[in-house]
């Protein structure tokens, strides 16, 4: 079964995993450890991020090590960039707003003291 971005990273434990990788390649016994995840699940996790392209693995003798990939993190980037500018946008006129507002409150203050 293929799942989506979202759904991959909407598990707290996969995004606690790739924290964990975020430092560089692990053997899944490192990642248990830091995580403080039971290797079964720890490696249950680690073959859907795998599986979903978010780590690869190498092997290295009897170890297999795990690291991040980052083309999908790259792909997730450029989707949230378009949403993003949107908000950037709205932002920006919100911005405006306060600063109007808050010379529309000087002048009224300046008013009142005159």
Known sequence: MQ??????????TRRHILETLRG???PVGDVVAQTGIHQSGVSR???LLSEA?????RP????RLYALRPEPFRELQG???QYEQL?????DRLGA???????????ARATETT
Do not use: I, Y
């Not at 799942?3 to 707290?12: E, G, H, I, N, R």
């Not at 392209?53 to 693995?57: L, M, N, S, T």
């Not at 290295?60 to 170890?63: E, N, S, T, Y």
């Open 24 to 26: 560089g390649e692990l």
């Open 45 to 47: 996790h680690l073959r």
């Open 60 to 63: 290295d003798g009897q170890r």
């Open 79 to 81: 989707w949230l960039s």
């Open 87 to 91: 908000w950037n946008a709205r932002l």
């Open 97 to 107: 707003a306060l600063a109007e507002n808050r010379q529309k409150t000087r002048k």
């Open 3 to 12: 799942m989506d971005t979202f759904q991959v990273l909407a598990d707290p």
């Open 53 to 57: 392209g978010f780590v690869c693995v």
